[in-house]
Antibody, heavy 121, light 107 residues
């Protein structure tokens, strides 16, 4: 069955960096794009951008340009999100989500379980 | 960017009630809207795509409708397991945008 399994929770200090992983299984990794979604505590869902898992090309939403990097370890069917120079406002749960397709557009069909990143001094 | 205005932000219902959530897009999204359910501490779960197509495993008490800019999502005969937050998502183009969410609570 299709699964996206993310890495564990992280506790970081402001200014540090964090790398989150999302390991896919049950399908051909390079056939589907991977998106990243942020959810701050008690808040809604915010799209961060996506990475083409075939070419490795990332695309970032405007609010996530600069400190955020999407990358792949395609041989390991894994997508990564790295955040540098962490700020308090980066405290959130970060989800990876597969871009599914069924003839009527691309939409998020499978999600990772989420990674809680806490930034605190 | 397409803005998705979702209402109401919260909803109180009794078991067996019918509830409806709406999302209005800032422009025509040609039915490219999906609805997700999220329970506390869990990932969102896809319930409906392309306005009204139920995903495998989605109970038939869930439904969606709409066109153009205006869309709705309903739960008939609310059950206790339906207590969650619900989000709409437009996927007609990038950036993908979510509605603000609706928290469904028991009355």
């Amino acid at each position: 069955q299709i699964q996206l399994v993310q890495s564990g929770p992280e506790l970081k200090k402001p200014g540090e960096s964090v790398k989150i992983s999302c390991k896919a299984s049950g399908y051909t990794f390079t056939d589907y794009a991977m998106h990243w979604v942020k959810q701050a505590p008690g808040k809604g869902l915010k799209w961060m951008g996506w990475i083409n898992t075939y070419t490795g090309k990332p695309t970032y939403a405007d609010d996530f340009k600069g400190r955020f990097v999407f990358s792949l370890e395609a041989s390991a069917s894994t997508a990564n999100l790295q955040i540098s120079n962490l700020k308090n406002e980066d405290t959130a749960t970060y989800f990876c989500a597969r871009d599914g397709y069924s003839g009527d557009g691309y939409y998020f069909d499978y999600w990772g379980q989420g990674v809680m990143v806490t930034v605190s001094s | 960017d397409i803005q998705m205005t979702q209402s109401p932000p919260s909803l109180s219902a009794s078991l067996g009630d019918k509830v409806t959530i709406t999302c209005q897009a800032s422009q025509n999204i040609n039915k490219y809207i999906a609805w997700y359910q999220q329970k506390p501490g869990k990932a969102p779960r896809l319930l409906i795509r392309y306005t009204s197509t139920l995903e495998s495993g989605t109970p038939s008490r869930f439904s969606g409708s709409g066109s153009g800019r205006d869309y709705s999502f309903s739960i008939s005969n609310v059950e206790s397991e339906d207590i969650a937050s619900y989000y709409c998502l437009q996927y007609v183009n990038l950036p993908r945008t979510f509605g603000g969410g609706t928290k469904l609570e028991l009355k």
